[in-house]
């Protein structure tokens, strides 16, 4: 778009002793904000609505596991239907995910139903959910894939039968949330005012079918009404979605300007985690790096408030990857860093990212040993994490070592590796890659 990134405003104000803050090393240390914000008295999620508690907690996966392990298939589809409701799935993607339960209705119509077709549609259409609640709260969740899974571990009868109803299988909402339904009017979770949230809705609609210019018009409008009645968290809401979409489309000084907006209307630390992480972004891929390495331990300060272990240890690799782009040692503090925070979670393409980020590191320092090594975590974590493409890549990474070192037997093993999960991939420019660094083995 020809803009100067130089030329754009800085940051809002962040104490310098926050830059090193990691929830993780903190002994119950309480943090003040730094920055001025309007209306801080106010404790409204505003648009919050979105952020809900997941129908199905942990506790289910124990509950599924006691007595009369029977199931029918009609009790399933009932609460996926009214868990896509529930969740305020958008329309595209409640046609796509119809899509797969449509598939599964005809299955079991049959004399005999496929169960290997039903099981596979079910997990895909879990996955839509999934990755639309992923999106939603800016954070990995496989929640319905999960409850999916517990499922199959049961005895389900996959003829239909909506009158053979198993009451342990009921999908019951957390207490917690329960009670923050009978106490909506002095601390909601969703905006009261019912005009507000029709028009918040209506613009995301717009933004999920890719239409920027309405959706920013709507979004306007939202704005219009929830300034009206004072409402500054989900003006912050608000602003957040429309600094995506002009980060979509690469106009990037009104992005920032919208993220900062965000970021001055709200005491949720989670808007501050995704609007701060968001004008990081910017900042890095424009080169700009004192700004970006300021958002990036902002983003680690306020992910440590709600213990976004795998925010924080992105963050963190970021920054190690702008010092490592600098040649400069302290890299390596934040790397260590970054791996003991995503070593505490279950998150393996986290680990895999900074591992793999770690060995780039080590190669370009010309450390190839701890490079390898660092490869060889990141490839185990990958194929852990079903991303073959990846394991793919640093596979090649690792054989590229080799090739430098004149290893060739070890190059072409490490090589081969690297086809087998390119195939998986379907990824033909990489499986190309690979094939011809063989051929030059040959």
Do not use: C
């Amino acid at each position: 778009m020809g803009l100067n990134l130089n030329s754009i405003y800085q940051r809002p104000y962040i104490a310098d002793k926050q830059r090193y803050r990691v929830k993780k090393e903190e002994d119950n240390a309480k943090t003040h904000e730094q920055t001025n914000q309007t209306n801080e008295n106010t404790r409204s999620k505003g648009l919050e609505y979105l952020d809900y508690n997941t129908p199905y907690p942990n506790e289910v996966a124990t509950a599924l596991a006691q007595r009369n392990p029977n199931i029918n298939i009609a009790q399933i589809l009932k609460d996926f239907k009214n868990t896509a409701i529930a969740i305020g799935t958008p329309d595209d993607l409640k046609e796509e995910v119809g899509g797969y339960l449509a598939l599964i209705e005809k299955q079991i119509t049959k004399e005999t139903p496929n169960s290997k077709l039903i099981k596979s549609n079910l997990k895909n259409a879990a996955s839509i959910l999934d990755n639309y609640i992923s999106a939603t709260l800016n954070k990995d969740s496989k929640v319905v894939e999960n409850w999916v899974d517990a499922l199959f571990l049961q005895q389900i009868d996959f003829k239909y039968n909506e009158n053979d109803v198993n009451p342990q299988f009921l999908v019951k909402f957390p207490e917690e949330t329960v009670k923050k339904e009978e106490t909506e009017q002095k601390n909601p979770l969703i905006p009261q005012d019912t005009e507000l949230k029709k028009l918040f809705i209506k613009a995301k609609k717009m933004s999920y079918a890719n239409k920027p210019k309405e959706a920013i018009e709507a979004f306007q409008t939202a704005l219009n009404r929830a300034n009206e009645i004072e409402d500054t968290e989900t003006q912050s809401k608000i602003f957040l979605e429309v600094g995506k979409i002009y980060d979509d489309y690469d106009y990037l000084a009104h992005a920032l300007k919208s993220y900062n907006q965000s970021v001055q209307r709200t005491k949720d630390y989670n808007i501050k985690t995704r609007a701060h992480y968001s004008m990081a972004e910017i900042y890095n891929d424009a080169n700009q790096v004192e700004p970006a390495i300021d958002h990036y331990f902002s983003t680690v300060s306020y992910a440590g408030e709600t213990e976004n272990l795998t925010v924080q240890s992105k963050s963190l690799t970021k920054i190690a990857n702008i010092y490592s782009d600098m040649y400069e040692q302290e890299a390596f503090n934040y790397f260590e860093t970054a791996d003991s925070i995503a070593d505490e979670t279950d998150n393996a393409k986290i680990k895999g990212y900074v591992s793999a980020s770690l060995g780039d590191a080590y190669d370009k320092f010309g450390d190839t040993q701890e490079a390898l090594k660092a490869y060889s975590k990141a490839v185990k974590n990958y194929i852990d994490a079903d991303s073959p493409q990846k394991a793919a890549q640093y596979y090649l990474n690792a054989a590229e070592i080799m090739l430098d070192y004149k290893n060739d037997i070890k190059a072409k093993s490490l090589l081969e590796k690297a086809a087998k999960y390119a195939k998986k991939s379907n990824n033909s420019a990489l499986l190309t890659e690979i094939n011809n660094s063989l051929i030059g083995i040959s």
